[in-house]
């Protein structure tokens, strides 16, 4: 099923990013401390900041592979500027250490732009230090309302959508299914408070009351008393913004009688991978729980990328921001032939236009053929059409929504459209 956003949910969509978007001076990428030659070697090269290790690590093996998809395909229809792309791939891990250690080895390596990394927390450990170096830094499932209006230089892209737009589907998801009471659980980082934040406002506005929300540390030992908490309070609905840290909570839950099979839970984009039930001796036990995911369903509509990811990593089983994968490295590459150079701040001028007001093509190919001609163009890649605001992120957007089967396994039971 397909589920059209309407009424009271379109407008908050539609005053939110709308207001962020004309709020944001990010479209100069002269000014600030953004600084590179004008000319670049000719080669355009990328780096990766994505989850080989850490808490979300279940979302890195789509993400290199959608990027080193998109690689070889531009890499077989002839490149950029006449060259191969070049990528470094980096790991991202889950703290500002592994990522910042990547990024200082990848800008001395003379990267042009950095794609990831995966969480939004992380990201914000080193913008700064990729912008401020005139590089471009493109994360393919940053989803923190933060970004939007950061101060970036320019220099900052995302192929996921804001939170706006995931809470606000996330509540209309609950209200749908009746629950009238809520508890949140929430990890203490840009994207989980966020993510509260734009889920809390609509579900409130529509009827529901919060009856215990908790901002928890990650790294704690054990969770038995936002438990604990939570039992006393006996919502209708729980909701679980966390990582792999999920999985614990859920145990507590659980063992206290306020499982899936006992109550409305739900996660996000975070945790509702299948690493979630993997977690479990009875991957069962998670049956039933509900969440959602920006994007497509790679593995049901798509057939053909699909086989094409599973090409370049036959153990997939997760497809999670794959396609904005892909998107995010084909748009830099179409961006750069628009700029006749790879230097990170021509590039990144040329990133939101590529996406919108030109002739449409969707594959990079086509679209290359196209700037070569002289032609505007208007990517739409499989992520969707994209369509970016000046603040660099999509203006349309897809919201999975996912569920456990009863063995465990996340099947996609329809989706919330949402347009800007």
Same mark, same amino acid.
Request: aromatic residues 8%; hydrophobic residues 40%.
């Given at each position: ?43 355009? =090269?990328? %780096?990766?900041?994505?989850? *080989? ?32 792309? *070049? ?17 200082? =080895? ?51 892209? =995302? ?18 299914? %009746?629950? *009238? ?108 729980? =509900? ?73 990079? *190919? ?55």
């Amino acid at each position: 099923m397909t589920k059209k956003i309407t009424g009271l949910l379109a407008i908050l969509l539609s005053f939110s990013l709308i207001a962020a978007a004309c709020g944001n001076d990010d479209e100069d990428t002269t000014s600030g401390g953004g600084s590179s030659s004008e000319a670049g070697d000719g080669i355009l =090269r990328l %780096g990766g900041i994505l989850p *080989e290790t850490g808490n979300l690590a279940f979302l890195g093996p789509p993400e290199f592979a959608g990027v080193e998809l998109a690689i070889a395909d531009i890499n077989a229809a002839g490149g950029v500027l006449g060259n191969d792309i *070049e990528w470094l791939p980096g790991d991202s891990g889950d703290n500002g250490d592994v990522a910042n250690a990547t990024v200082d =080895r990848l800008l001395a390596e003379d990267v042009d732009g950095f794609i990831g990394a995966a969480s939004s927390g992380v990201s914000l450990t080193v913008i700064d230090k990729i912008t401020q170096a005139g590089k471009i830094h493109f994360s393919p499932a940053n989803t923190s309302p933060a970004f939007t209006t950061y101060d970036d230089n320019g220099l900052y892209f =995302r192929t996921a959508p804001s939170d706006v737009v995931q809470g606000a589907a996330l509540a209309d998801i609950i209200l749908a299914d %009746g629950a *009238e009471t809520v508890a949140f659980l929430v990890l203490n980082d840009s994207y989980g408070t966020g993510l509260l934040e734009f889920t809390k406002g609509p579900y409130e506005a529509n009827g529901g009351t919060v009856v215990y929300e908790v901002i928890y540390d990650p790294q704690a030992e054990n969770f038995d008393a936002e438990v604990a908490a939570t039992v006393e309070a006996d919502p209708d609905a729980i909701v679980i913004i966390g990582f792999d840290e999920t999985s614990k909570i859920l145990t507590g839950l659980i063992e206290n009688g306020m499982g899936p099979s006992d109550k409305l839970v739900y996660g996000t984009d975070g945790n509702m991978g299948n690493a979630l039930a993997q977690a479990f001796d009875d991957p069962s036990v998670v049956a039933g729980m =509900r969440g959602t995911l920006p994007g497509v369903d790679v593995a049901g509509e798509l057939g053909d990328f699909r086989d094409a990811l599973l090409g370049i990593d036959g153990d997939l089983i997760d497809f999670s921001y794959a396609a904005e994968s892909y998107d995010a490295v084909v748009i830099t590459a179409l961006a750069a032939i628009a700029a006749g150079s790879d230097d990170g701040v021509a590039v990144a001028a040329e990133i939101n236009d590529v996406t919108r007001g030109g002739t449409k093509c969707t594959s990079f *190919e086509e679209c290359a053929g196209l700037l070569a001609d002289g032609t505007d163009i208007d990517y739409d890649g499989f992520s969707g059409p994209l369509e970016f605001i000046d603040a660099g992120e999509p203006s349309q957007a897809s919201i999975l929504i996912l569920e456990f089967d009863e063995t465990g396994t996340i099947f996609v039971d329809g989706s919330i459209e949402g347009q800007i």
